[in-house]
């Protein structure tokens, strides 16, 4: 509401939560302003979404990981639930990946469940408790995490910190947007994949389409989906 107050022709929004951004979504409609979507979902047909294939980015990180381990206990680390991204787009690529599959014929058994475990706001603390958490039930249970499914990297950094803390060993784990910390990981063996997303190409097709909005409001745009 500030940026509508301070007289804004586009707003880009990257919406954490796409059932809270909603009133700000109504607001900015009411006023007659055009809203892009940037790389999270709002659900909507009048804003434009623009987002990297993220079906794609799982199925990337899936098949890195089955590879590696076709057989065994995982766990999945999941982003904020509010986020299509993690609820929806990403395990449908882990699923058309053979995740799915492996689970119903036995070959992998999912130690926190078929809907894992989300991460409000993606925060890497968060991760890292939830992490220990399942490590620690795990251990109860007689188990052994054998290989890890997380969403992200800044998940992907809380599952390192609480593999570190636990002195548990580093299972092969998965992240996407490269970076730096993760690549870090990577090179030290802590972290198996990291999918990387060109963020530079996204940004100039929603800076494109925001100035072709800002010119005409009513316009309606039809954009690729970058990766």
Do not use: H
């Amino acid at each position: 509401t500030t940026l509508i107050g301070k007289g804004a022709n586009v707003l880009v929004l990257l919406a954490q939560n796409n059932k809270a951004i909603l009133p700000a979504l109504k607001a900015a409609k009411d006023a007659g302003i055009p809203v892009i979507a940037y790389d999270r979902l709002i659900e909507d047909p009048s804003v434009l979404y623009l987002t990297f294939d993220n079906v794609l980015v799982g199925k990337a990180e899936a098949t890195a990981i089955l590879t590696k381990v076709p057989k065994g206990n995982y766990v999945l680390i999941k982003g904020d639930a509010g986020d299509a991204n993690a609820s929806t787009f990403l395990p449908q690529g882990w699923d058309e990946a053979g995740l799915k599959d492996k689970v119903a014929s036995g070959d992998i058994v999912l130690l926190n469940g078929p809907d894992g475990t989300f991460t409000p706001a993606w925060t890497t603390q968060t991760a890292q408790n939830n992490m220990e958490t399942n490590i620690d039930k795990a251990g109860a249970d007689g188990q052994k995490n054998e290989a890890i499914l997380a969403e992200n990297d800044s998940t992907a950094l809380g599952v390192v910190a609480a593999l570190t803390a636990k002195s548990y060993g580093y299972p092969p784990l998965s992240g996407q947007d490269g970076d730096p910390a993760n690549l870090n990981n990577l090179a030290q063996g802590k972290q198996y994949v990291d999918v990387f997303k060109n963020a530079t190409e996204l940004g100039k097709a929603a800076g494109a389409a925001a100035l072709a909005l800002c010119k005409n409001p009513s316009l309606s745009l039809t954009l690729p989906t970058v990766l």
